[in-house]
Every structure is written in structure tokens, then in C-alpha cells.
């Protein structure tokens, strides 16, 4: 029986290593049925937060084994520490390690670095931790002193991409997940990635005579009297310009 246990741990472990949530959740599956004994002397709630602070610190040294930056991992850890202080049940428990084995999957597959040369590597990283700056190939190289020719090979061959397409491939993420994840305006998002906000000119219509106009509150409503709303309209349009300039 410890076999066993050992051996699933050491499957979900890898799971988390190639960032696969679907395989970790498959291995989470595999533990019904094995008992897992509390330390001597302590009660079920102790038993419970000791094992999600256990298993919080060995995701967080997985994810790192997987070549992903502590920025990354840091504020995860240290929220699930958090977490793991105020659970009280198996139930809560269980439901604690199901997103924190979906999150800390979602770090490695979005932010390793493994497979990468070191150029590479930190070229990656810099960019990452970076957005809000002029992310060009110029300023690259310069500040790893490359030539630009040759940090444009380099990502070409392990990235797949020109820099300016991966740049802005990652301000999009990014603002995605700040969006989802942390509840920011598309305005916030927009300008904690260093995506510009254009402000486009209002469009004026062109009425013919017999036109019945719209009333104000019928056209564009809140947009005229709220100056918040025009900012993240403004803000969407810039994502999507972004995004459109990358498939066309």
C-alpha cells in the first residue's frame, strides 16, 4: 500500500511537471481508496492543513523543476499557504487541491522555460517580467548584447515566431488572465502589459433628411456620460487591433 501511494504521488508530480491538468486530475482520481493517516496527536483540521501546505510546497518545487520563474510561482505559493491556514474539512480540502493542482498546471504550461537555451531563456523572462517596456529587437539585443541578427535566429529557431508577433501574443495573455483571474477593466489590463490605449474619434453619422434621429439614451448608452466605459471601449479596440494584426 505505501508503494502505491508513492508511486501516485510521483504520477501527479509529473503531471504538474509538463503542465498537464487533465493528467493530474486523472492521478488526484487514483488516490480514492488510499488512506492517507494523520500524524499522531493531531486533530482532522490540523491533519488536513498539514497535508494541503505539504502538498502546496511540492507542486511549487515541481513547477520550478520545470524550469518555471519563482515570479510566477511565488504569490501562488503563498496565497495556497493562506488558503490551506483556514480549511477545516475534507471537503474543503479536496476542493482546494483540485485548483491548486489546475493552477500551478497552468503556470507550467504557460511560463516554462524548459527545452530553451539560456538566450533564450532569459530573453523570455525579461520580456515577461517587462511588458509596460519598449520591447524591441533593438533594445534586446542591446541589453544582452546580441546582435540583432542573431537574437532574431535564435527566436525563430525556439520560439517560432519574430519578436514583435511574441510580444504582443503575451501582452494578450497576460491581459487575459488579469481579466479573468484578478478582475481588471480591459483598461487596467491594457495598460499593465503596455498595450496602448487608442482613442478612436467618435463617428459622426451622415442623416439623410428624412432620418428619424436616435435619442441619446437609445444611442451608445452610458458611453456619452460615463468617461470609465470610453476608456475600456477604447481599450477592447486596441486588444483587437492587436490581435487581428497577428492573423491577417
Known amino acids: 500500500m505505501l508503494e502505491d501511494r508513492y508511486a501516485l504521488e510521483n504520477h501527479l508530480l509529473d503531471a504538474v511537471h509538463h503542465g498537464d491538468a487533465e493528467l493530474a486530475m486523472q492521478a488526484l482520481q487514483s488516490f480514492r481508496g488510499v488512506t492517507i493517516p494523520g500524524r499522531k496527536g493531531h486533530t482532522k483540521t490540523t491533519t488536513v492543513r498539514f497535508r494541503a501546505v505539504a502538498l502546496d510546497a511540492l507542486l511549487r518545487k515541481e513547477a520550478e523543476r520545470a524550469e518555471v520563474h519563482a515570479f510566477y510561482l511565488d504569490t501562488l505559493y503563498n496565497d495556497y499557504l493562506l488558503a490551506a491556514g483556514e480549511i477545516t474539512t475534507e471537503q474543503q480540502e479536496q476542493a482546494l487541491v483540485v485548483e491548486m493542482l489546475q493552477q500551478y498546471c497552468d503556470r507550467v504550461a504557460r511560463y516554462s522555460t524548459a527545452g530553451y537555451s539560456v538566450v533564450i531563456r532569459n530573453i523570455i523572462h525579461y520580456i515577461n517580467l517587462h511588458l509596460k517596456e519598449d520591447l ?6 542591446a541589453r544582452f548584447n546580441l546582435s540583432r541578427s542573431y537574437l532574431s535566429d535564435r527566436l525563430h529557431r525556439e520560439v517560432h515566431s519574430n519578436l514583435t508577433d511574441y510580444v504582443t501574443l503575451t501582452r494578450i495573455q497576460f491581459a487575459a488572465n488579469l481579466l479573468r483571474y484578478h478582475h481588471y477593466t480591459i483598461t487596467q489590463a491594457a495598460q499593465e502589459v503596455g498595450i496602448p490605449v487608442v482613442h478612436y474619434p467618435p463617428v459622426q453619422a ?38 487581428c494584426s497577428m492573423v491577417l
Open 136 to 141: 524591441t529587437l533593438s533594445t534586446l539585443a
Open 206 to 243: 451622415h442623416h439623410r433628411r428624412d432620418a428619424v434621429p436616435l435619442r441619446p439614451v437609445e444611442s451608445h448608452r452610458g458611453l456619452r456620460d460615463e468617461p470609465a466605459k470610453k476608456e475600456n471601449f477604447a481599450a477592447a479596440l486596441s486588444l483587437l487591433a492587436m490581435l
